[in-house]
Nanobody, 117 residues
Framework: QVQLVDSGGGLVQAGGSLRLSCAAS????????MGWYRQAPGKQRELVAV???????NYAESVKGRFSIFRGNAKNTVYLQMNNLKPEDTAVYYC???????????WGQGTQVTVSS
């Protein structure tokens, strides 16, 4: 069982920035992918950004150029830097990870991001 603790959400004005963090109970090197999804009220959960085990990253089109996912110095933490936030970025953001050679995914508890106009 992988434990993911995500944090860093909050209330920010449009144009502002937030940094989310996700701390895993084991090394990121054990995962095939680790990243962030978000779910706005009445909408499906969607991929925001993901860090792949081969070192590549993928982003949703709506956040390209504004969000950046990166590993921290600790071997078990991934960050999501969110700049130039827009009201449409308002959602609960969930950390997600899946071990290599396994199809099972694990989820953090979620952190609320609210962007006011």
């Amino acid at each position: 069982q992988v434990q993911l603790v995500d944090s860093g959400g909050g209330l920010v004005q449009a144009g502002g920035s937030l940094r989310l963090s996700c701390a895993a109970s084991e090394s990121i090197d054990n995962f095939r992918a680790m990243g962030w999804y978000r779910q706005a009220p009445g909408k499906q959960r969607e991929l925001v950004a993901v860090f792949i085990s081969d070192g590549t990253t993928n982003y949703a089109e709506s956040v390209k150029g504004r969000f950046s996912i990166f590993r921290g110095n600790a071997k078990n933490t991934v960050y999501l830097q969110m700049n130039n936030l827009k009201p449409e970025d308002t959602a609960v953001y969930y950390c997600n990870a899946g071990r290599k050679f396994s199809s099972r995914d694990f989820w953090g508890q979620g952190t609320q991001v609210t962007v006011s106009s």
